[in-house]
Structures are given as structure tokens and as C-alpha cells.
């Protein structure tokens, strides 16, 4: 295979940040944003093509710094460095607000860099979809039974991340109805096979899932419309709904599209009046949330999917909006226990049998691990590939070093095409600081300590990660969460091994600590039985 870089670690970062700007891939590329309202994988046109540049020409003793999507150093370091280490969106706290940022990014200083945007290893919906199919498993397990069948979801939002919404239900067995106001995304979830129906209105929408809850059939039917007048509708039509929650871009008010506004007015309009814009957004997330708690009271399995919208929601005058709660001290936070979360892993090759392969390996690998082989034949089955083929599955402490390794080996001996990224989302056990979603509502109050992600990426720099990245915002916005993300590559070299082994290890273990820190008594069993070393629990 022809490289256009100088080795296999730089062509990887090269490889990656292409397939993030993929048409197949990203939401709008010709802005250079892959996900999540704004989220770009470089500051712009200029930016991306010295990045593509020093990429190319980058030595395996050299290390690009990139300052949120802008290239601005080669430095001399070792083979066991990154090859690229990124900072995005990181302001200081006082600064840290939506209008600064803006401010900022008009200037050209900065850009958003979500999570896996800036840091190059998004891979489509599926990424999310395994996170949400775990979640919607959790709430099959704490209040249906064990499964989905016969259950409605209503939930909103049918982007880059929120697509994964209605196949989730389905591959639960349950029935979903999803509330989207742009038809050319809910298109689009269609003709990727995560959406199975689009109704003609909401007329039409209640009578598909109120029949195929009925059958108890699988079933996620699209409806056109603003959630915050059609959830309000569902719940005066008194529609049984067993459960709610919502994906729109509502850590973004720009880009949450308020109740009086067409599609086509809305980045006009946002961009001009921003304030106005906020304020009127604000008010239809509070709409949108007093329909959500008016589901939560007559029984519904309510719950935020890391979004924001209670907290805009509230400062849009709901005064119960943090009534229900965030997804992870719901259903995560026992996996964050066991450093489980989303690993995942892309075949520089392009080839889908790539993928097939280590899918095999993985199931060798862990035979006794059901709800993965589970995840792992439905998602071979049903999940179509958006560039790169790629693969996620959730690992935990001393289960995702094994993987690396196998992978590492496969190459080595020719059984895959190329090498293989493998990475995650920031969004797991040990990398993130987010009181409104993955440290919400920590056991010792830690919730806005934000030491752990910059430990983190300090750790995958030390252990011989290829690329690090340490993002501010996220998913949830401006001043509410800190960040930190790695990418290692298995070219299949006895170095990459090495490498592998220590980050694949050392990344998931701050999971472990983190927990352990924070007086969960699962992650204290996790460090015992598995040997992560807590210096405040040794003699
Ligand atoms: P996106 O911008 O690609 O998609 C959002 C969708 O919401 C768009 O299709 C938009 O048209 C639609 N929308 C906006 N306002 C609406 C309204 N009033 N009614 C109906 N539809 C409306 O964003 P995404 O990548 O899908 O992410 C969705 C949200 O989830 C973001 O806030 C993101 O930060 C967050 N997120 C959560 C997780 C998680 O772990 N749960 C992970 C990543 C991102």
C-alpha cells in the first residue's frame, strides 16, 4: 500500500483527519465540521492544508502541535513521543462563555473541536451508537425486563450523533419515534439504514409506533417537526410513551432551532442576532423539557443524553429541568468503574474485510463476554460503514491492551491489508471532567475537578500514544467540561506493540483511579483484583 507520509504513525493522523472531512463522514464539510452543531477537524482551509503538509513531511523524531485546527510548530522530541499533540477550545475559566468563544473564533484564534472532531478519529454514527445502544440496554435492564419490546421511545434529533437514536431502539426490540426539523438529515439516517421510516406528520407518526408497540415489532419511525412543539403535542394527545430523551444540538443554542423559525432562516438568523437567537432558543428548550417532565410524571423513564438541555432549558425559566437525570449516574457510571468505555478502531486500508477480521479476533478474545458478541454480530449485520471502516465496542481495564496487541499482530503477519487506528471518544472512563454528564453527580462531590483529563492526556503522552488531544466544551458547551483523547497505531511493529500495551493499559487505569478516588467501592474490587496500583490504599 502507498504511503504519503513518511511511516505508518504519520500516515494514520493523515488518513484520519481525511476521513473526519469525508462527505461520508462529516456533517458539513465544506466548513470543515464533522459533528455536533460546530465541531471541526481543522480552524480552516489554510490551516487543514499545512496541517496535510506536515503530515506528510513529518519525521518519526518530530511532533506537530496543533492549536485548536491550526498547525503552529514542528518540534524535535523521540520515537516514543506523539507525533501530533492538539489542544482545542481550551479557555480560561472566567472566559470560558459561549459569546467569548464566538468572539474569539471571529477573530480566527480559536475554533470548537467537540471531541473526536478536532482530534481526528471520528468514525460516523456508529461511534455513538455502541454507547447508545449500551444505554438504552441499561434502561431495558432497570425498568423493562430486560428488553425494549413493547416499549415507546420518544426522543429528537437526528445529526451526527443523535442518528444513532433509532437503530439503538431497535436493536433493543423496541419501538422509537424521533423528532427532527431538518429533512435533509433525517434523509440521510434513512438512507444510512439507522432510521427504518419517515411518517408524513404526526398524525401519521402516532399511528405507525402506537401499532408497532402494540405488535411489540421493532420499529423507529422519523417525523418532521420542532420538538418543542411536537413533544408538548404528544404528551396533550396523551400518546403512552415509556420513555424520553433527546439529541438535539442543544449545547449549542445556535444550533438548537427555536419554535417560529424555518430551517432555511435559522443560520442566517443566528448569526445575525445571536442574543435574540439565544433568548428565543432558550425558551423553546424550556417548552420542549416541561413536555419531557410531563412524561416523567405520569411514569416515563426520563433521562438527559448528555446535551445540555436541562441547563438551557433552565436558564430558558424551567424551573424543574434538572428533575430527571444525566445518562451516566443513571446507567454509565458502574462501567466508568471497570475503566470500561468506547474503544474503538478504524482499517487504514479501507477494507470492510479488515474489519470483519478483527471482529473474529475480538469474539475469540473475549468468549464469555455475551452483550459483546451480541453488539459485535449486529453491528456486522446491520451498522453500514461511513468512510473508513471501523469498529467500537465497550472494553474495559486489562480487556483493551489484548485487542491492541491482537491487532498489532494481525498486521505484523499480513492477515490485515494495513495498519489500524485505535482510539475512543473522549468521552470515557478517566478523560473527562463534565459535571453535567460524565462526572455528574460523583459520589465525593468531585464533580467540576478537572485535574483528571489533563493527567490523562499527560499519561497517553508518557505512555507512547500517537496523537493526544486535550479539548474544552465538548458535548455540553462552553465552560462545562474539560477533556483529553488518544489515538495509538498498530502498524505491527515490535514498537507499536509496546507502545499499544502501556496506553491500552495506562488509559483505562485512570478510569479505574479516578472511580477509585472518588469512593466507589466497584472501582476499589477493579484495582484489587486487577492490580492498578492506589498509593492512598498501600500500607
Ligand atoms: P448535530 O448538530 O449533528 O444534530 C442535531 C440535530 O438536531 C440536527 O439534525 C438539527 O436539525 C436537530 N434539531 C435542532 N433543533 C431542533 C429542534 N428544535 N427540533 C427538532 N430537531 C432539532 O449534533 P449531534 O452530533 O447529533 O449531537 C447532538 C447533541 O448530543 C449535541 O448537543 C452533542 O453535543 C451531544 N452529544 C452527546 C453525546 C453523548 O454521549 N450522549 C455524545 C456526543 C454529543
Redesign the pocket.
Given at each position: 500500500m502507498t504511503l504519503t507520509a513518511k511511516n505508518w504513525q504519520t500516515e494514520a493522523a493523515l488518513r484520519m483527519l481525511r476521513n473526519n472531512l469525508d462527505p461520508a463522514v462529516a456533517?458539513r464539510p465544506e466548513d470543515l465540521v464533522v459533528?455536533?452543531?460546530?465541531?471541526k477537524a481543522a480552524r480552516n482551509q489554510a490551516s487543514y492544508d499545512a496541517i496535510v503538509r506536515c503530515l506528510t513531511t513529518l519525521e518519526n523524531d518530530e511532533t506537530l502541535l496543533v492549536q485548536s485546527g491550526k498547525p503552529v510548530g514542528v518540534l524535535r522530541t523521540h520515537e516514543w513521543a506523539p507525533r501530533v499533540l492538539i489542544a482545542n477550545s481550551n479557555l480560561v475559566g472566567d472566559w470560558a462563555t459561549w459569546p467569548e468563544f464566538r468572539r474569539l473564533e471571529a477573530m480566527g484564534l480559536t475554533m470548537y473541536g467537540?471531541?473526536t472532531a478536532g482530534s481526528w478519529i471520528y468514525i460516523g454514527?456508529q461511534g455513538?451508537l455502541q454507547?447508545?445502544y449500551e444505554?438504552f440496554a441499561a434502561v431495558a435492564e432497570k425498568r423493562f425486563g430486560g428488553t425494549l419490546a413493547g416499549t415507546l421511545t420518544v426522543t429528537?434529533?437526528?445529526?451526527?450523533?443523535?442518528?444513532?437514536q433509532p437503530l439503538a431502539v431497535t436493536m433493543n426490540d423496541g419501538v422509537a419515534l424521533v423528532?427532527?426539523?431538518?429533512p435533509a438529515?433525517?434523509q440521510r439516517r434513512l438512507e444510512t439504514r439507522y432510521l427504518d421510516e419517515l411518517a408524513s406528520d404526526v398524525d401519521d407518526a402516532i399511528a405507525r409506533v402506537t401499532e408497532a408497540k402494540k405488535r411489540r415489532v421493532p420499529l423507529s419511525v422519523g417525523v418532521i417537526?420542532?420538538?418543542?412543539?411536537?413533544l408538548p403535542e404528544l404528551l396533550r394527545r396523551g400518546v403512552e410513551v415509556d420513555i424520553v430523551t433527546?439529541?438535539?444540538?442543544?449545547?449549542?443554542p445556535l444550533?438548537?432551532?427555536?419554535?417560529g423559525v424555518d430551517?432555511a432562516d435559522w443560520h442566517d438568523y443566528a448569526a445575525a442576532k445571536p442574543d435574540e437567537f439565544t433568548d428565543r432558543?432558550r425558551e423553546?428548550?424550556a417548552a420542549?423539557v416541561d413536555a419531557m417532565l410531563g412524561f416523567l410524571d405520569r411514569g416515563a423513564e426520563v433521562f438527559d443524553?448528555?446535551?445540555?438541555?436541562r441547563s438551557e432549558a433552565k436558564a430558558g425559566g424551567c424551573e424543574r429541568a434538572f428533575d430527571y437525570p444525566g445518562?451516566v449516574p443513571a446507567y454509565i457510571r458502574p462501567l466508568f468503574c471497570e475503566g470500561k468505555g468506547p474503544f474503538r478502531w478504524a482499517a487504514l486500508s479501507g477494507d470492510p474485510a479488515d474489519i470483519a477480521a478483527t471482529d473474529r479476533a475480538v469474539l475469540e478474545l473475549f468468549p464469555e463476554n455475551e452483550s459483546l458478541a451480541r453488539w459485535i454480530r449486529m453491528a456486522g449485520e446491520r451498522v453500514a460503514f461511513q468512510g473508513l471502516p471501523a469498529r467500537i465496542c465497550w472494553l474495559g481495564y486489562g480487556e483493551r491492551h489484548l485487542a491492541g496487541l491482537r491487532f498489532n499482530e494481525m498486521v505484523e503477519r499480513g492477515e490485515l491489508k494495513a495498519p489500524v487506528v485505535i482510539g475512543r471518544?473522549h468521552?470515557d472512563a478517566g478523560s473527562v471532567a463534565s459535571p453535567y454528564?460524565e462526572t455528574e453527580a460523583m459520589a465525593d462531590g468531585s464533580d467540576a475537578i478537572a485535574d483528571w483529563p489533563l493527567l490523562n492526556a499527560l499519561v497517553n503522552t508518557a505512555s507512547g500514544a500517537t496523537w493526544v488531544s486535550i479539548h474544552h466544551g465538548?458535548?455540553?458547551?462552553m465552560g462545562r467540561s474539560i477533556h483529553a483523547g488518544q489515538v495509538c497505531v498498530a502498524d505491527g511493529t515490535p514498537l507499536a506493540a509496546q507502545k499499544l500495551e502501556r496506553v491500552l493499559t495506562n488509559d483505562p487505569g485512570m478510569g479505574v483511579l479516578r472511580h477509585v478516588d472518588a469512593g466507589y467501592e466497584r472501582a476499589a474490587e477493579v484495582a484489587d483484583e486487577r492490580g492498578v496500583r492506589i498509593p492512598m490504599r498501600e500500607q
Open positions: 456533517e459533528y455536533g452543531g460546530s465541531g467537540q471531541m454514527t455513538i454507547g447508545t444505554t429528537a434529533g437526528l445529526g451526527g450523533m443523535g442518528g444513532a423528532v427532527e426539523c431538518d438529515r433525517a417537526g420542532n420538538a418543542a412543539e411536537v433527546d439529541q438535539t444540538s442543544a449545547h449549542d444550533a438548537y432551532l427555536p419554535i430551517v432558543s423553546s428548550m420542549h443524553y448528555g446535551n445540555s438541555l445518562f471518544d468521552l454528564r465538548g458535548g455540553v458547551g
